[in-house]
């Protein structure tokens, strides 16, 4: 028996059963993959319900109605609610009529403003799909990557310095270097916990942690007004940077569409880390020790050169969040860069079950919310930490499924369908 | 029972799905739209003092108003977008974080006029206010306040972060302790500020209570008894310290300390004040008067003369008598010019 044989041979027996792991043929279900969307899909509507319980109950006009009799406090709950989310999804996708007729009338303005919201989805969605990628690879190898945003901030200093420091490039160089900086920086400090982890078995949730603080210290001191990157007039901030390592924009002259290439980058490292861990052999080792690393090593696998990749790429991957936003978005880089992508992150890859499809899909709806949100705010009122509360409340009924498989009485899943995304400390 | 019900909340959700788009139905009036940081409309500072602007207004000349929060770097122009989307008169961003997306969204939207709060164009431009403040003006008297009050003969300060917005509290405040000295012929020392080195006491944050407290223990135990914090929140860990050591004082900035920190309010002297509520309805009521032909990229400095800056009430029976009559004094000397409140000739020697 070669390594090879064994290994698979091992893998199966270990049976972690990761949406679209190696299953033998025959046993798959019919519309598994639309099973493993029911509980994401329930847990979303009622998060989504609950919030609208928050708006209403938090809304002092439904108090006051409700003092002038029951039926028109409830009448004035769901106005309340309705207004709210009609503002929520108009601000995430857009009116679908105006969009419509926008498209007929045929004027350039009115089409962009029509458009704008669902732009919106797609540009807060791409620093989420990069960093939801980065912990997914991570929970596939096995390894709990706290530290995409750490990894975020060297990047995005990184890439910023290409970007303004570097003149007289034409954009076809200058623009992948500075995208590659942000790769490299995310992923040499991405690296760092999992050589941690892999020669001295320090735990990578210590060390990303640790790690972060180093990278949000390090950060403030070259952006401080008076540090060494920042832009001498007093603020701290970097410079901005130059033109050719601009990301395109979809729309250049439009300063409130700020949509831009990076979206289809996003994509497109989905799509490869998608074939990363089921096309090639470093991917079903990256799982393969995710799933069992003793047996990994068994089968005559690195265990630890496989960790130290996948800490890598993992970082890479967090990186370019960093670079996109940077190249695509904001052009310089400010002190109390404070993204919040790589916390999100963690929950982007529960909720995408660390599949890379799935973390698009996640990074989509986070994206949605995050945009609903910030017009919500705007026409009914309600504060932006709404979404927080959605987000959250999503993240607890995909950890604990229970609640909604009792609260919808789904019948309980068979042996072996369940997924287990995150094993417990030091079980590795 | 449970699945109808949640099946009839379900179903609701997606009817205020389809009543999309109703908004917008807008009355006549002057509308305002107010940005803010990241610190949110509750930072007890900018933002909120920004708004309060904005609500003065809305009481005063019926204008209409709102704010947007940003959770991050990237909200700054989602928000002011929605303010141009709604056709705002007159867009409020606050804090110099937002002068990147407030000069582009004000160059690509001429029609619109913008103001900035703690941040001034160079060049200027022309549909932008920045509104800026002499604060050095109104630190000067707290500085002249706190070598009158103390008996140690030592005085402390210290910043957040070395920005200009942050030294010029602390360059007015040692010109003061200085003014007063020249008076009375006193020796007082500054501990934390050196304008002549350029250089201080700074936590590097505007966050951790912990480092304000530590800084306030350093300088007690150095022997000084009044400190000022210039450094948001840090201070309220300052102000701890002091309140515990007990024989000393703290002098409060932006806002009115024994307002937004009032279990403090037994060793707070005094507080230097950045009116940007004051700022703010000024420039409110100079864009809404009828007549009005655009900023023309003038700005905004707050001064003590227009109550731009000004110091909050000294703590009673902390001051003479013939101490109030002397601040009167110093105050008319800044504001006629013939009492340097020490910025401009900082600028000029750096």
Sequence with gaps: MDDKTVASAIANA??????????????????????????????????????????????????????????????????????????????????????????????????????????????????????GLAVALGFQGGVFNIGAEGQY?????????????????????????????????????????????????????????????????????????????????????????????????????????????????????????????????????????????????????????????????????????????????????????????????????????????????????????????????????????LTSIVQGLIIVFIAAPEIIRKLYRLRQPVEGEELVTVRGWGGA | MRKHLSIGLAAILLASLVMTACGGGAASGYKVGMVTDMGGIDDKSFNALGWKGIEDGIKELGIEGSYLESQQQTDYATNITQYVNQETDLIVTVGYMLADDTASFAAANPDVNFAIVDFSYAPPIDNVRGLTFATDQASFMAGYIAAAVTKTGKVACFGGINIPSVAIFMVGYEAGVKYYNEKHGTNVEVLGWDTAANNGVFVGNFESTDDGRRTGEEFLAEGADVIMAVAGPVGQGTAEAVQAAGNAWFIGVDADWTVTASKYSDIILTSVLKNIDVAVLDTIKSASASGFAGFGGESYVGTLANNGVGLADVASGAISNDIEDELEDVRQGIIDGTIDSGWETYLSNL
């Design chain 1, 153 to 385: 901030f060297i990047a995005g200093l990184v890439t910023v310095f290409v970007g303004y420091a570097i003149k007289g490039l034409p954009a076809i160089v200058h623009l992948p270097l500075a995208l590659l900086a942000g790769v490299v920086g995310g992923g040499l400090w991405g690296a760092i916990p999992g050589y941690l982890k892999a020669k001295t078995g320090a735990h990578e949730v210590i060390n990303t942690i640790m790690l972060n603080y180093i990278a949000f210290r390090l950060a403030e001191f070259m952006l401080d007004a008076n540090g060494l990157m920042a832009r001498g007039d007093g603020r701290p901030v970097s410079p901005e940077i130059q033109p050719s390592a601009y990301l395109p924009q979809f729309f250049p002259n439009q300063v409130e569409l700020r949509v831009n290439v990076g979206f289809f980058l996003a994509l497109a490292a989905a799509a490869l880390v998608w074939w990363l861990l089921y096309k090639t052999t470093l991917g079903y080792e990256i799982r393969t020790v995710g799933a069992n690393p003793r047996a990994a090593r068994y089968a005559g696998m690195s265990v630890a050169r496989t960790i130290v990749i996948t800490m890598a790429l993992s970082g890479a991957l967090a990186g370019l969040s960093a670079s996109t936003d940077i190249l695509g978005v904001l052009h310089y880089m400010p002190n109390a860069f404070s993204s919040g992508y790589g916390f999100d992150a963690i929950a982007l890859a529960l909720l995408g079950k660390s599949h890379p499809f799935g973390v698009v899909l996640a990074s989509l709806l986070f994206g949605a919310l995050r945009a609903g949100a910030q017009n919500m705010q705007g026409i009914a009122q309600v504060p932006v930490d």
């Design chain 1, 14 to 131: 270990v049976q972690q059963p990761k949406s679209g792991a190696p299953t033998p043929k025959g046993q798959h279900r019919r519309g598994g993959w639309l099973r493993q969307l029911l509980v994401p899909l329930l847990a979303i509507i009622t998060a989504l319900i609950l919030g609208a319980l928050v708006i209403a109950f938090t809304d002092e006009s439904v108090f006051q109605a409700f003092g002038g009799g029951f039926g028109r406090g409830v009448g004035q709950a769901f106005s309340v609610i309705g207004r709210a989310y009609g503002a929520f999804f108009s601000g995430a996708f857009g009116n679908p009529v105006r969009i419509i007729s926008a498209l007929i009338s045929g004027q350039g303005a009115q089409i962009r403003r029509a458009i704008y919201p669902l732009m919106e989805t797609l540009r807060i969605s791409t620093p989420y799909i990069f960093a």
